[in-house]
């Protein structure tokens, strides 16, 4: 009798037996796992909160990142907004008037030295030009010349006019000796003394010499319209002459410069022996005690600075006497002329200055910065309550003034805006970190 082996070990039957044992095996179903230990689960969450980091943290399109200690920001407001321009103005004297050279010559003699007060007319320098003196004393003879020929001319009318009156006179005492004696011989033919023969001849000489007085009264007539007419022109040719005469010798005159005016002389840089042409500036005569301001402006005021505005400085008001309107390196120049001239000013002295454009009056403002330094339209960048994101808003300024520049439209009061230069962002927004 063979005994069973006890390994457990189990044996199958040939055929279809099923092996020893096989009713004691069965399957074990696992347990489910749980919702919150699927993995698949947590994948899912996993992708989704990285594409909300992604989303929260990646910059979106068209936005720019910029740290936070590059910009500036400032607050939009309503306050009072006062209407004026600070400039700053150059003391320089309100008249000036140029010393020209009116002959050509060679400095020969300096009378007074740049930066002397001088009188008006005061002699400055004199020239040496030979070639001048001989054509003034060539010029002044030929003049004299013709003035004694005028002379000799006048002298002549003169001694026909004597020799006129002279012939009257003559021939008015002729014919009183003839009318006597006419008289005498008329008695004697009363008397029967002489015969009519006698008388005749005396009444023919007391005729002609009447009718020669009337001759020669009527030509001296004639004669004077005719010498009064040569007279005038004589004269006026003398008084020419004699002007001429008076310029020629004015051309030696001008070889010494005088003071066209009287103040302080300056630029009057001349050296001995310097050659000086007719129409040379040779310095400038500024008026002492009477001072204007010379200030460049912003061209963006052109339209805005108008004579007659009021400003001030140190106490002291000033009004806009000319502005010109050539605008060079984008700045155009404005002249301002004290209402009371202060003293101890000096020329070349700089001023700061306020010019009044307008009554101050409340309006909605904003910080002014670099944010203005746009070309194309304003704009501004404005942050979000958080203050992580700005974006770009179309902005209407109006006035402005070194301080804040007037909103028109486009920012409201409360507004917190970034007040830096940002126009060459291309995007709409920018991220603050």
């Given at each position: 009798m063979m005994t069973e082996p006890t390994d457990g070990a189990s044996r199958v039957e040939t055929g279809q037996g099923t092996a020893p044992g096989a009713a004691m095996d069965r399957r074990v179903e696992r347990p489910r796992a749980r919702w919150w230990r699927r993995r698949p689960l947590w994948i899912a969450v996993a992708v989704m909160l990285a594409a909300v980091a992604l989303w929260r943290f990646l910059p979106a399109a068209g936005s720019t990142d910029i740290d936070a200690d590059r910009i500036e920001t400032g607050e939009v407001t309503r306050a009072a907004f006062d209407d004026y321009l600070p400039v700053r103005g150059v003391v320089a004297p309100r008249l000036t008037t140029l010393v020209g050279v009116l002959s050509g010559g060679q400095v020969e003699t300096l009378l007074v030295q740049d930066g002397a007060m001088i009188a008006a007319g005061q002699p400055l320098a004199t020239l040496a030009n030979p070639e001048l003196r001989l054509e003034v004393l060539t010029r002044e003879?030929?003049?004299?010349?013709?003035?004694?020929?005028?002379?000799?001319?006048?002298?002549?009318?003169?001694?026909?006019?004597?020799?006129?009156?002279?012939?009257?006179?003559?021939?008015?005492?002729?014919?009183?000796?003839?009318?006597?004696?006419?008289?005498?011989?008329q008695q004697l033919f009363d008397k029967g003394i002489v015969s009519e023969a006698g008388v005749a001849g005396y009444r023919a000489e007391a005729d002609y010499q009447a009718r020669r007085l009337a001759q020669l009264r009527a030509g001296s007539s004639t004669e004077a319209r005719i010498t009064a007419t040569q007279g005038a022109r004589l004269a006026?040719?003398?008084?020419?002459?004699?002007?001429?005469?008076?310029?020629?010798?004015?051309?030696?005159?001008?070889?010494?410069?005088?003071?066209?005016?009287?103040?302080?002389?300056?630029?009057?840089?001349l050296q001995p022996g310097q050659t000086l042409k007719p129409g040379?500036?040779?310095?400038?005569?500024d008026s002492e005690g009477s001072w204007k301001l010379e200030a460049d402006v912003d061209e963006f005021y052109l339209g805005r600075?108008?004579?007659?505005?009021?400003?001030?400085?140190?106490?002291?008001?000033?009004?806009?006497?000319?502005?010109?309107?050539?605008?060079?390196?984008?700045?155009?120049?404005?002249?301002?002329?004290?209402?009371?001239?202060?003293?101890?000013?000096?020329?070349?002295?700089?001023?700061?200055?306020?010019?009044?454009?307008?009554?101050?009056?409340?309006?909605?403002?904003?910080p002014v910065g670099g944010w203005l330094a746009v070309e194309n339209g304003a704009f501004a960048f404005v942050l979000d309550t958080d203050g992580a994101h700005a974006t770009r808003r179309a902005v209407n300024i109006g006035r402005r003034n070194p301080e804040v520049v007037e909103i028109l439209s486009g920012l409201n009061?409360?507004?917190r805006i970034v007040t830096s230069n940002l126009s060459t962002l291309k995007g709409d927004t920018i991220n603050i970190h």
């Open positions: 003879a030929a003049i004299a010349s013709q003035l004694g020929a005028v002379a000799g001319e006048g002298l002549g009318i003169e001694r026909s006019r004597l020799d006129r009156s002279a012939q009257v006179v003559q021939a008015e005492y002729d014919l009183i000796k003839a009318r006597r004696d006419l008289a005498i011989r006026d040719t003398q008084a020419r002459l004699a002007g001429n005469l008076a310029a020629v010798r004015g051309g030696l005159s001008a070889l010494t410069i005088r003071a066209p005016a009287a103040g302080r002389l300056t630029n009057f840089t040379d500036p040779a310095g400038q005569v600075v108008a004579v007659g505005q009021k400003a001030r400085a140190d106490g002291a008001t000033l009004t806009v006497s000319k502005v010109l309107p050539a605008v060079k390196d984008g700045r155009f120049r404005v002249e301002l002329t004290f209402d009371q001239t202060p003293a101890n000013l000096n020329r070349g002295q700089t001023i700061d200055i306020r010019i009044t454009l307008g009554a101050a009056s409340k309006a909605v403002v904003a009061p409360g507004d």
